[in-house]
C-alpha cells in the first residue's frame, strides 16, 4: 500500500469469525479506529459497512479528517487475509522409520495428514488413499541416500505414486530426499497442472525446518492468515526488540511463531509452524480429543454428551457462548493448546520469550483473564513473559504487507492499540512443597504491597493496563526462573489480568479423580477472575 | 456491498434451497463406470459397479496392448489345471512393477445405481463419478450411509421424536420426517422395515455411532438391504425442526426425494410445487435458554452482558408468544 490514502481497512476472515479493523492517519501516526467481529458467515462487507457507520455516527469530525465520511466499503483500500480450510496430504514412504519424518514435518505445515508406509499398507490400499477424491497432494519421501531399508520398497512405491501421478495431472506431487532422483519416472512435468516439485528430505529437529517451510508455501495462497502471521511476529520482534512467541488457535486450526530480533550476536530469526490438528472444534471428534477436553473440562459430563456439544461447536461457534458454553470454549481452547505444544515441541526457545502474543478467534469469546490462565496452564516454561492478545486481529493483515519497512512503520504506530495486555506471567520452578515459598513485593505506582507466596497456588496482583512496576521476588529456597537462584527482580507491566504469579507445578499436574480435578481447575479459574479469590 | 437489510445483515443466513445440486458418488480402484462425461441419467440407472473385497493381482500385458494407469483389462481365464476352467478376470490396471501390472480387481459387484436423474459432469476413475442432479436441494450437515430415495413422508410434528413403535410396514418404500431427535434403535429397525431413510433435525453422538455400527454390519453382509440413510439437518442436540425447513417438507409430502451424501442434500425434483420463501424479518434462535424458538428481528440491542461476564452484541426478538427477548447476535440464524 501507499501512504497516500488517510484510513485503510483490514479484514481477517477465519472460518468461524471474521474480524474487521479500520485504521486511520491521525497527526503523523497510524492509529486503530474500531474494531469488530462477527460470525463468518456474514462476510468482511457486513462486518465493515456495520464498522464504517459506527465510527461515523461515533466521531463525524475524525471521519470526516480522515475522508470515510461518505465514502463506501468498497472505497477503502482493504489489507485482507483468510484461513482457508486445511487440504490434505497424503504422506508415503517405504518405511516407518523414513515416514516419521515426513509426516512430523507435514503436520506443522499447514497440511491435514495422512500416511502410509510400503511396509505396513498394501498396494491396493495405498493407491485407494492416494486416488481418493479427499486427497489434494502427495508427499512421497525417502532419506537421502536411501537407506538400506528402503531400497528395495521405493522402486515399487514410486511406480504406484507414479501411476497415480499420471491418472490425477491436477494433484500436487512432492518427491522429497532420495525419491527426488526418480523424478524421471514421473514424466513429463510440462504436460501436468498440478505442480511437480523436488523437495530435501525430511530430518528430525532443525535439519527438517526446510522440507516444512517448502511445504508451508505450497499448503496455502499468499494471503493465507496463519502464514502472515509468522513474518507479523518477525516484525513486532524488530519493533519491540523483544522475543517474541504468537500463539493462533483457530477454528480449524492453530499456528506458532518464534521470533528474535536482531543483535550483535546475529541476525534476526523466525521459527514458525502451522497445525491445522490444532484447531479448537476439529471436525473429526475423535476420542482423543474428546479425553483432552474433558481433561480440562470444569463441567461433569459423560464422553457422548461432551462429543454432542463439541460437534455443536463445529457446526455452529458462535452460538452458545455463555455459561456451560463459555466452560466448552475454555475446556476446548486448552486442549487445542495443548495439541499445537505437542506438535512443536522443538519450535519453542530454550528461553522463556519477553512477549507471548494469543491470537485467533477463540480468545475473543473468552474473559481476558480466562485467556491468561490458559496460556499459564499450558505453555509450562520456568521465567517471567508479558501476555497481550491481539484483539482485534490486525496481525495477519499486517504481515502479508509486502514492503518490510512499511509494514515496521505501521507495526511501531500501531503496537499499543492492537496488542491489548493481559498482564505479565511470571513461573517460576522447582519450589519445595509444604511450607511457604518466599515474599514478593512490588515496587511501582501503585504497589499492592507484601504477598507471601505458597507452593502450588495461583498469587494474582492487581496490576492495571499501562502500569509499570518492579516485582522483587525473594524465595526460601533456591528456584528455576530463567536462571537458578533466590532472589530476582523482574519488570512487570500490568495488564487486564494483572500480575500472575504461577507457583503451581512444572509441567501441571492435576488429579486423577474427575471430580478433584474439575475442583481444582475452576479454583483456578476462580483465583483469576476479577473479584476471585485472590 | 452490504444488502439492503440494515443491521439484519449482521445475522448469518442459512440458505434453505440450493440449485443446482453436484452429487459426488465416490469410487475406489477397480470400481467399473457404467456412464460417460454428459450422459443422461434416469432415476436407479446403473452409474457404477462397486467391488466387494477388492483384492489385487498381477497379470502380464503384452506391450502391444498398450496399456495404461487406469485403464480397464479383462482376458478369459481359459482352461487351468485338470481342466478346471478359470474365472474371467477383470479390472483396473493400477501400476507396472518389474513387467507386471498390477491389477485391482473383486468378484462381488455392487451396483451403485442413480438416486437423482441428471446429467454426469466428471468421472474420475477410481475416484469419484460427479452428477448433476436435475431439481433442487436442502443442505444437512451430515448423512449417514446411502444414497438412497424414497417418498417423503412426516412422521412427527416438527418438535415430536420417533421411537421404534412409532414404525409400521406401511412405511416401506419412505422417507421418514422426524421432528427433533431419533435414536440407533429406531434407526436399524426402520431400516429392517424396508423404510428408505430418515431426516432428522439432530442424532445425539452415542445414537450415531451404534447406528453407523449397524450400518457397518449391514453392509458387510452377503445379502443387503435397500440402501437407507439418514440426513441430520441441524446438529447433535435436541431442538425442533426449523419452522421455514418443516414447511418445504410438508409441501414435498408425497413426492419422490433422495438422499445424497455429498453434499449432504435432501434432493427433489417438484417443479409443480410452489415453495414459500420465508419472511425476511424470521430468526431463529440456534442455541441457549430459547433455543430453537422463532420469532421476529426488533432490532440490535447493542452490546450486553451475558451469564459468566460476557459481553456480546445482541439483538431484540419478538418471540411467537408475544414476548420480547435479548438474545445474543451469534445466537441467531435467519432464512433465505
Do not use: Y
Not at chain 1, 469530525?61 to 484461513?83: C, F, M, P, Q, Y
Not at chain 2, 477388492?54 to 482376458?75: F, Q
Not at chain 2, 460427479?130 to 418438535?159: C, D, F, K, W, Y
Amino acid at each position: 500500500m501507499t501512504s497516500e490514502p488517510r484510513a485503510f481497512a483490514t479484514v481477517d476472515l477465519g472460518a468461524a469469525t471474521v474480524s474487521v479493523s479500520i485504521v486511520g492517519k491521525i497527526g503523523r501516526a497510524w492509529r486503530l479506529l474500531g474494531a469488530s467481529a462477527l460470525p463468518s458467515a456474514c462476510g468482511p462487507d457486513v462486518a465493515l459497512a456495520a464498522l464504517l457507520e459506527r465510527i461515523r455516527r461515533t466521531d463525524p469530525s475524525l471521519a470526516a479528517l480522515l475522508n470515510i465520511d461518505g465514502s463506501g466499503i468498497d472505497e477503502l483500500v482493504r489489507l485482507e487475509v483468510r484461513s482457508n480450510p486445511a487440504r490434505t496430504l497424503a504422506v508415503v514412504a517405504a518405511t516407518e522409520r523414513s515416514l516419521g519424518p515426513l509426516v512430523v514435518a507435514a503436520r506443522r505445515s499447514g497440511w491435514r495428514t495422512i500416511a502410509a508406509s510400503a511396509q505396513t499398507t498394501d498396494p491396493l490400499t495405498m493407491s485407494r488413499l492416494l486416488m481418493d477424491g479427499g486427497t489434494d497432494a502427495i508427499l512421497v519421501g525417502a532419506t537421502d541416500p536411501p537407506a538400506a531399508d528402503e531400497r528395495g520398497a521405493l522402486g515399487e512405491l514410486a511406480a504406484l505414486v507414479a501411476a497415480v501421478a499420471l491418472r490425477r495431472p491436477d494433484r500436487l506431487v512432492v518427491l522429497a530426499g532420495g525419491m527426488a532422483e526418480r523424478l524421471a519416472e514421473f514424466g513429463d512435468p510440462a504436460g501436468r497442472s498440478g505442480a511437480l516439485v523436488l523437495a530435501p528430505a525430511a530430518a528430525v529437529g532443525v535439519a527438517g525446518v526446510s522440507l516444512q517451510d517448502l511445504l508451508v508455501q505450497l499448503a496455502g495462497p499468499s494471503d493465507d492468515a496463519r502464514r502472515a502471521l509468522g513474518i507479523a511476529a518477525s516484525t513486532l520482534a524488530d519493533v519491540s526488540d523483544r522475543r517474541v512467541e504468537l500463539v493462533e488457535i483457530g477454528h480449524d486450526g492453530g499456528a506458532r511463531a518464534f521470533a528474535t530480533p536482531a543483535t550483535a550476536a546475529g541476525p534476526a530469526t523466525l521459527r514458525s509452524a502451522v497445525v491445522p490438528g490444532a484447531g479448537l472444534a476439529p471436525a473429526d471428534v475423535d476420542d482423543d480429543v474428546i479425553d483432552r477436553v474433558l481433561a480440562w473440562s470444569t463441567i461433569a459430563s459423560d464422553r457422548h454428551r461432551l462429543r454432542d456439544r463439541m460437534r455443536e461447536l463445529r457446526i455452529a461457534p458462535w452460538s452458545a457462548a455463555t455459561g456451560d458454553g463459555l466452560d466448552l470454549r475454555v475446556a476446548a481452547a486448552h486442549a487445542a493448546l495443548e495439541r499445537l505444544i505437542e506438535a512443536t515441541p522443538d519450535e519453542g526457545p530454550d528461553h522463556v520469550p519477553d512477549l507471548i502474543v494469543a491470537c485467533g478467534g477463540v480468545w475473543a469469546s473468552m474473559p481476558p483473564s480466562l485467556v491468561a490462565l490458559t496460556l499459564a496452564d499450558v505453555m509450562r516454561r520456568p521465567g517471567a513473559s508479558q501476555l497481550v492478545l491481539d484483539h482485534a486481529r490486525l496481525l495477519g493483515p499486517l504481515g502479508t504487507i509486502p514492503d518490510a519497512a512499511e509494514r515496521r512503520t505501521l507495526l511501531a504506530d500501531l503496537a499499543d492499540d492492537l496488542l491489548a495486555p493481559l498482564g505479565t506471567l511470571v513461573m517460576p520452578a522447582g519450589l519445595r512443597s509444604g511450607r511457604a515459598a518466599g515474599r514478593l513485593t512490588i515496587h511501582g505506582a501503585h504497589p499492592d504491597g507484601i504477598t507471601e507466596l505458597s507452593p502450588g497456588e495461583l498469587a494474582l496482583v492487581r496490576l492495571a493496563p499501562g502500569e509499570a512496576a518492579v516485582a522483587e521476588f525473594r524465595f526460601r529456597d533456591s528456584v528455576r526462573l530463567g536462571g537458578r537462584g533466590r532472589q530476582f527482580a523482574i519488570d512487570v507491566a500490568g495488564g487486564i489480568g494483572g500480575l500472575l504469579v504461577d507457583l503451581r507445578d512444572v509441567p501441571l499436574r492435576l488429579p486423577d479423580r474427575a471430580e478433584a480435578r474439575r475442583e481444582q481447575l475452576s479454583a483456578w479459574q476462580a483465583a483469576v477472575r476479577p473479584g476471585g479469590p485472590a | 456491498m452490504i444488502e439492503p437489510l440494515g443491521d439484519l445483515a449482521m445475522v448469518p443466513m442459512r440458505r434453505l434451497i440450493e440449485s443446482p445440486v453436484d452429487a459426488v458418488f465416490a469410487l475406489s480402484p477397480g470400481d467399473r463406470v457404467h456412464v460417460e462425461v454428459g450422459e443422461s441419467v434416469v432415476v436407479g440407472g446403473p452409474i457404477a459397479d462397486r467391488l466387494r473385497d477388492a483384492r489385487l493381482e498381477e497379470v502380464s500385458i503384452p506391450a502391444t496392448a498398450d496399456p495404461v494407469p487406469g485403464a480397464r483389462w479383462s482376458r478369459d481365464g481359459g482352461s487351468g489345471p485338470a481342466g478346471v476352467h478359470r474365472t474371467e478376470e477383470s479390472g483396473e490396471l493400477l501400476f507396472t512393477w518389474r513387467g507386471k501390472w498390477r491389477l485391482a480387481t473383486g468378484d462381488v459387484p455392487d451396483p451403485l445405481e442413480a438416486p437423482v436423474a441428471g446429467i454426469i459432469r466428471d468421472i474420475q476413475p477410481g475416484t469419484s463419478i460427479t452428477l448433476r442432479a436435475t431439481g433442487q436441494g436442502i443442505r444437512g450437515i451430515v448423512t449417514l450411509g446411502g444414497p438412497t430415495r424414497g417418498r417423503l413422508r412426516l412422521a412427527t410434528s416438527t418438535s415430536g421424536g420417533l421411537r421404534p413403535s412409532g414404525l409400521n410396514v406401511g412405511l416401506a418404500g419412505t422417507i421418514l420426517v422426524v421432528g427433533t431427535r431419533v435414536d440407533a434403535e429406531t434407526l436399524t429397525r426402520a431400516r429392517a422395515m424396508g423404510i428408505r431413510g430418515v431426516v432428522v433435525s439432530g442424532l445425539a453422538s452415542k445414537e450415531r455411532r451404534d447406528f453407523l455400527a449397524s450400518e457397518a454390519r449391514q453392509r458387510a453382509a452377503l445379502h443387503r438391504l435397500p440402501p437407507f440413510a439418514v440426513l441430520i439437518m441441524d446438529g447433535a442436540t435436541r431442538r425442533p425442526m426449523a419452522g421455514p425447513l418443516m414447511d418445504i417438507l410438508e409441501l414435498l409430502v408425497g413426492c419422490d426425494v433422495a438422499i445424497i451424501s455429498d453434499p449432504p442434500t435432501l434432493v427433489f425434483d417438484a417443479p409443480e410445487v410452489a415453495l414459500p420463501a420465508p419472511p425476511e424479518d424470521l430468526v431463529r434462535i440456534r442455541g441457549g435458554a430459547n433455543m430453537g424458538r422463532e420469532g421476529r428481528w426488533l432490532g440490535l440491542a447493542g452490546l450486553r452482558r451475558f451469564e459468566s461476564d460476557i459481553h456480546l452484541e445482541a439483538a431484540r426478538v419478538r418471540l411467537d408468544d408475544g414476548s420480547v427477548v435479548t438474545v445474543a447476535l451469534g445466537d441467531l440464524e435467519r432464512f433465505g
